[in-house]
């Protein structure tokens, strides 16, 4: 696929990210719902971007699709150079396991798995051997100051230390990218403060991160700043 | 996802629902067990069979006048009694002289039954037949008391007989039944030897007989013809291969009655292995449908696993959403199903091949043998979580189709 998209050459292609008129059309009954309308921009490695907008504006559709959990309608999108629409299941499996971290609102975590196991669960479909596993996850866990907690079940925990479980599970296979979906939507505030130290930490370290949020307070911590409003790009600012 | 992270997913997922799980193996179980120990019972009886009627295991055959097929219909029945002459003694020093490879030859007369009164004692029914004194070595008899009579006896026509063990316990409850005499039909006999009780096969007794030497028995209940015509009982000899002794014989009786090549058999040879087939195609049909019940309600258990199954892959698309953001591929989520239903299955399999095994073990020891033979132990457990990977493919593919972000919005 490396040669199949030689006309997006001319927008960077080596881009980490690169979307190109993305449209993302739910069909309500006869009603056709365009939830992204004609998206283009692209990120680049190490960048730290905040994508802003009023709810319903379309943010966590922008997020499923870079995080390759959605399709969009029509566009393109290109992955390190990658043509996302040509690959295949396991491709994509692939993508989501080494290339991306999620971290969702509602952490997303296995309720009957321990913080380890759940941190885990990316290392064993990267077929991980259990011994290097166990050691990795409980590094990631000590990175996110829950090296006494691995042992405990989501609900052990409270919500700051559920979402620090899910980012160290996001991050725990190196990858290219971290993608928050309103990771502190459901923590206070002093829990969300915490959150976003860390991210920048994690941003300082090399990472390239997308969050989405509503709060400015968070989205200010960012490097740049997308804003969405009715699916389409109404801003998109560099404020460092 | 390797062997061992898969099968300790299956094990935790079924042991998080222990009941559930114990329910809905409930269908498994009950088939399984009732298969196998019909399975058992069969086979068990099969043996008994084989051994006890068929003589499977001994290497003696039966040169008699009629064969198996000749009592298809009343058409055969007709022609085969017309075609198939009474065996003679001439027949019988023909094959005796002539044959390589049989050890032993000997006659034995059709039976009568009788009453037998001794004092105030009396037994009913009791089969009255003479053999030869070769017979004793054919059958293998075992005695208890006295001996069997001589071939002296036999051509002197003695009025001795060798008695089944209830004819002695019966007739002379006192004891001393060896050396009494007991009358049949008026004439007296006098008792030389008794049979170790053999018990009964399948209720009937085997211990209510009188075998007298071929002669007295040919002399004193009218002549060895009909119903009395003698048949003989042949074993092949060390080393011989049954099959070969049975076709020597069956060549020297067809020259002895001067039969062309085109020709059928005139007479029947009645081998263990015909008679354990014939009993088996009796009771094949019984047998299929004795195992089908059973079969249904495996199959019904499947489909139990099958909706259970469904029922887990709802309750778990949240999971299955959230393993595929985190990288798990539709192999890895259908082997996960799959691996969870089969091993749920063959646990279910595993338990009534254990309840078979030990009710078939308390059957042996009080009733009546049966048996498991490992192959069919090993194919339980195969079929049980076969038919586990089999009720799981679809849920198990429904799982693996879901689509992600579709999977991650349940709750
Ligand atoms: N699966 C779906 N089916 C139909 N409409 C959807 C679906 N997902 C999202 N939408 C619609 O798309 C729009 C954008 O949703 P979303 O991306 O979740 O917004 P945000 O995250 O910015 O609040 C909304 O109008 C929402 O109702
Ligand atoms: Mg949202």
Redesign the interface.
């Known amino acids: 696929m490396a040669n199949s998209h030689t006309g997006t050459a001319m927008v960077k292609e080596d881009s980490l990210i690169l979307m190109k008129n993305i449209w993302k059309t739910y069909q309500m009954g006869v009603e056709e719902l365009h939830a992204l309308r004609d998206v283009s921009f692209h990120v680049e490695k190490g960048d730290y971007l905040a994508i802003i907008g009023p709810s319903g504006s379309g943010k966590s559709t922008l997020m ?1 699709l870079i ?1 390759c ?2 399709s969009p309608t029509k566009g393109t999108y290109l992955i390190n150079g990658h043509l996302v629409s040509e690959m295949t ?2 491709e994509l ?2 993508i ?3 290339e991306i971290g ?1 971290v ?1 609102q509602t952490f ?3 309720s ?1 798995a321990t913080a380890l196991h759940n941190v885990e ?2 290392l ?4 991980i051997r259990a011994g290097e596993r166990h050691e990795r996850a409980k590094a990631a866990l000590d990175a996110v100051e829950l090296g006494d907690r691995t042992l405990h079940r989501p609900n052990e925990l409270s919500g700051g230390q559920r979402q620090r479980v899910a980012i160290a ?1 996001a991050l725990i ?1 190196n990858p290219s990218i971290l993608l928050a979906d309103e990771p502190t939507g459901a923590l206070d505030s002093k829990t969300s403060v915490e959150i976003m130290a860390l991210f920048e930490k994690l941003h300082a370290d090399g990472n390239t991160i997308i969050v989405v949020t509503h709060e400015h307070e968070v989205a200010e911590r960012a490097h740049r700043i997308i804003t969405i409003r009715d699916g389409q790009i109404e801003n998109d600012e560099r404020i460092k | 996802m390797n062997f061992s992270e898969t099968l300790k997913l299956a094990i935790s997922s079924i042991t998080a629902h222990k009941l559930r799980s114990f329910l809905t193996l409930l269908g498994m179980i009950i088939g399984m067990t009732a298969f196998m120990l019909i399975l058992s019972l069969l086979l068990g009886f099969n043996g008994y069979v084989n051994e006890k009627v068929a003589g499977i295991g001994s290497n003696a055959f039966t040169v008699q006048r009629f064969n198996f097929d000749d009592f298809k219909d009343s058409d055969t029945i007709a022609a085969a009694q017309r075609r198939n002459k009474e065996l003679s003694f001439d027949e019988l020093d023909f094959i005796k002289r002539g044959a390589q490879m049989i050890e032993h030859i000997g006659a034995r007369s059709g039976g009568v039954g009788r009453s037998i009164r001794v004092g105030n004692n009396s037994i009913q029914n009791v089969r009255i037949s003479g053999v030869e004194p070769v017979i004793a070595t054919i059958d293998k008899i075992e005695i208890e008391q006295g001996r069997f009579f001589s071939d002296t006896e036999n051509n002197t026509a003695a009025r001795v007989a060798f008695v089944g063990a209830d004819i002695a316990k019966n007739l002379f409850p006192q004891g001393g039944a060896l050396g009494s005499e007991l009358k049949i039909s008026g004439i007296p006999y006098r008792i030389i030897g008794i049979q170790v009780a053999k018990g009964t096969v399948f209720g009937q007794p085997q211990d209510n007989f009188i075998q007298l030497p071929i002669k007295t028995f040919g002399a004193n209940f009218g002549g060895l013809r009909w119903n009395r015509a003698p048949n003989f009982a042949v074993t092949a000899k060390e080393g011989v291969k049954m099959e070969d002794a049975v076709d020597e014989v069956r060549t020297l009786l067809r020259i002895k009655r001067k039969l062309g090549p085109d020709e059928k058999d005139n007479f029947g040879i009645i081998t263990p292995d015909a008679i354990s087939g014939m009993i088996g195609s009796m009771t094949a049909v019984f047998s299929i449908v004795l195992l089908l019940v059973p079969g249904i309600a495996l199959v019904v258990g499947a489909i139990v696993i099958m909706n259970i199954m469904l029922v887990a892959v709802t309750e778990r698309t949240k999971e299955i959403g959230i393993r595929k953001s985190l990288g798990a591929r539709q192999a890895d989520i259908l082997r996960q199903f799959l691996f969870e239903s089969g091993l749920l299955s063959a646990i279910g399999g595993f338990i009534g091949l254990f309840i078979a095994y030990t009710a078939g073990y308390i059957i042996t020891l009080y009733v009546f043998p049966t048996s498991i033979p490992w192959y069919a132990a090993v194919l339980a457990i195969g079929v049980s979580g076969g038919v586990g990977i089999l009720a799981g493919l679809f849920p198990a593919w429904k799982a693996a189709a879901l689509d992600p972000i579709e999977a991650l919005r349940a709750d």
């Open positions: 499923n995080g959990l959605d299941d396991d499996a692939r989501r396991n080494k999620f969702f997303n975590l296995l009957r669960l990316p064993i479909y990267a077929g599970r296979n």
